[in-house]
């Protein structure tokens, strides 16, 4: 899994450098640099959702999965264990859950995530993740510049999930076809345009709760298509 250890890695170097600089900017400087990530993550939603071909499918996963995670209050739980987190890391700012949600979504949902994962799982040079950690290096930097220390953590769930495709890429290459990583993607990239709107404090969606929408994506295409 070396690909996604030097994922892992540059995300790392990444969001400590961002939030070094962020102490150097000003209120002023802060403030803009919220307002361009939110809108860099609206358009990055955008970007991902507009590509599926079954929009009533990715309705009716998000409306399905939107529902499980308000029923369970995935947001309270996450809001808990934010808190003991921001305890132990002294984080003074409120944008931990955002920075966290983003960037887990922002770096395990897409095409470079999986294929990548699947190319070394079966023996293959890693390139796609080399290419993928240059890029989430780059975009970590200025998501902790604006987020904060949340950013870092996105590495956990990162590692399980690319670790764990790239473990049984042999078994998981037969039913991650092209079409529904494209499917997962668009469910991902509506969920990344809420969080950009979160970000640029337009209106708050409950974003968090809407994450099981990702799975049942997963389960409607297999049972239905």
Do not use: R
């Amino acid at each position: 899994m070396l690909g996604t250890l030097l994922n892992v890695i540059s995300i790392i170097l990444g969001s400590v450098f961002g939030i070094l600089i962020k102490s150097s900017f000003s209120e002023k400087i802060n403030k803009i640099i919220f307002q361009v990530m939110g809108l860099f993550t609206i358009t990055l939603g955008i970007s991902m959702a507009i590509k599926t071909s079954n929009f009533l499918l990715v309705a009716f996963s998000l409306f399905l999965g939107s529902l499980v995670g308000e029923a369970i209050d995935l947001e309270k739980c996450l809001n808990v264990i934010n808190k003991k987190l921001n305890s132990k890391v002294k984080n003074s700012g409120d944008k931990f859950s955002e920075g966290f949600i983003t960037a887990t979504l922002m770096y395990c949902i897409g095409p470079m995530a999986i294929l990548g994962s699947i190319e070394e799982g079966l023996g293959n040079y890693p390139s796609i993740l080399y290419t993928k950690s240059i890029l989430d290096g780059v975009v970590s930097i200025a998501l902790a510049s604006a987020l904060g220390v949340g950013v870092i953590f996105s590495i956990i769930p990162l590692f399980f999930y690319q670790g764990s495709i790239t473990l049984f890429a042999g078994y998981l290459g037969n039913y991650l076809s092209e079409a529904l990583i494209v499917e997962l993607s668009a469910v991902g990239g509506i969920l990344l345009l809420g969080l950009g709107i979160n970000i640029t404090e337009i209106k708050k969606f409950k974003v968090v709760n809407m994450l099981p929408s990702l799975l049942m994506i997963l389960i409607i295409n297999y049972l239905f298509v």
